[in-house]
């Protein structure tokens, strides 16, 4: 007999399939009478934030279920100036960074520091209000609550999100009440997928920094001089082993990864930009790096470029650009993309003699890397044609996993049969890929 689901659950699925979220970050200079109360609430928020963090390092589990069971009471008892509200976003809060930390450090799990610099209060709409620009926040009992005059919203952000409801908001306070700012969680309406439109295949590679199936390419050459700009000074500077050096190599780091994200966003813009475009195809390359390092023949040069290549982050931003227009996003099996004819089909590793291919069958030549994205497209048009030709039977859900309280629930998404799939909230939980490319 099916289980019937409760109306929350059913509520909780509408939402998530249906909505996306967008942040946005707004100035929010204070008053000395509104920032005194806010701050207190926020530090308490913090000590009840930094012992879930213990629990959940001492427990070693990030399930909100549990959490809630064996904390909530515990947490109301030790903070019982804060609404009882904050205890359960402080749990969602906790939960979600420790799963975080958990995915970022595979080597340091469940060792992430139970304290935080930044000074931050995270709401939801149980305990916080917005009616036109009047912002009502609860603060710890015994505070009046706080009425704050949000400033006008960006007129793009209103023109391209004008059903936008808010959901959630994060307070970021600074050492000055003139400094602190909010992050302003809105959710809308999920585009509709392109129903017609042709599949992109993207071969990501190192000497440019992507090539599609239809001859679009974003040249490295500028990434790789300031790469190596980058590499000779931060040799230069650990030649010198002094304090001021290590404090230079530090912002020298910071600014070169500035400098890679702002790359890969253009990059991104310009692959969702691309007109009529229903899907975009990538290579699965998650267990790249590990496989290289395995190799023996593998160079230290190569291992180096390898962990220098950020691909894993333009992926991520085409995927979230994508899903605003409604493009979806594929991933598919690397194996021999770069070694296989797209004309004839035929596999062999002497087919590619650098930038160049040249098939030893049928003779036919192209670039190296337009052949791969080829492949790439053909292999993701394939899995496509396989989809639908299963969706009578089981129904592929592309939603995104997103708490219907405004955080993020890191959950994978269902897979879908064939070669390739839809990419979801995360790049880390992939199928194992071949090490042949």
Not at 129 to 153: I, M
Not at 332 to 350: E, I, L, M
Request: charged residues 30%; hydrophobic residues 30%.
């Amino acid at each position: 007999m099916a289980v019937r689901k409760s109306k929350t659950a059913q509520r909780r699925e509408r939402v998530s399939s249906s909505t996306q979220q967008r942040t946005i970050v707004l100035p929010l200079p204070l008053t000395r009478e509104q920032y005194d109360p806010i701050r207190r609430s926020a530090e308490e928020y913090n000590r009840m934030w930094s012992s879930l963090i213990s629990w959940c390092d001492s427990n070693k589990t990030v399930n909100r279920t549990r959490i809630q069971k064996e904390n909530y009471r515990r947490l109301r008892d030790r903070h019982p100036t804060l609404p009882a509200q904050f205890a359960c976003i402080a749990m969602r809060d906790a939960a979600g960074a420790m799963r975080s930390w958990n995915s970022n450090h595979p080597k340091r799990r469940w060792n992430m520091k139970a304290s935080r610099k930044a000074l931050t209060i995270n709401y939801d709409m149980r305990v916080m209000s917005l009616r036109g620009n009047l912002l009502t926040l609860s603060v710890a009992h015994g505070e009046k609550r706080v009425r704050l005059l949000l400033p006008d919203l960006p007129e793009w952000f209103t023109a391209r999100y004008p059903e936008g409801k808010p959901n959630a908001a994060k307070l970021l306070l600074g050492d000055k009440p003139e400094d602190t700012r909010i992050a302003l969680i809105y959710r809308i309406s999920d585009p509709q997928p392109l129903a017609d439109g042709d599949v992109l295949g993207v071969d990501l590679g190192q000497h440019s920094l992507y090539m599609d199936s239809r001859g679009g390419e974003a040249p490295y050459a500028r990434v790789q001089g300031a790469k190596r700009r980058y590499a000779h000074n931060r040799k230069t500077l650990q030649e010198k082993g002094t304090c001021s050096a290590h404090r230079r190599l530090k912002a020298m780091k910071q600014r070169e990864e500035r400098f890679i994200r702002d790359v890969n966003h253009q990059a991104s813009k310009r692959l969702v930009n691309t007109q009529g475009v229903q899907a975009i195809a990538f290579e699965d390359l998650t267990y790249i790096r590990r496989q290289a390092s395995k190799r023996t023949k593998t160079g230290a040069r190569r291992r180096n470029m390898l962990n220098q290549w950020s691909f894993s982050q333009l992926q991520e931003f085409t995927a979230y650009k994508a899903a605003r227009n409604g493009i979806r996003i594929l991933m598919v099996d690397p194996s021999y993309t770069s070694q296989r004819c797209n004309r004839c089909g035929y596999v062999d590793a002497r087919n590619r003699n650098g930038a160049r291919f040249d098939c030893r069958r049928c003779g036919w030549s192209d670039n190296a890397d337009h052949n791969a994205a080829m492949n790439i497209r053909d292999r993701a048009l394939s899995s496509l044609a396989e989809e639908e030709h299963t969706s009578t039977d089981r129904p592929v859900d592309r939603s995104q996993s997103t708490d219907h309280d405004g955080w993020s629930a890191h959950d994978d998404l269902p897979t879908p049969t064939g070669q390739g799939r839809v990419m979801g909230t995360t790049l880390t939980s992939k199928p194992r890929c071949s090490s042949s490319r």
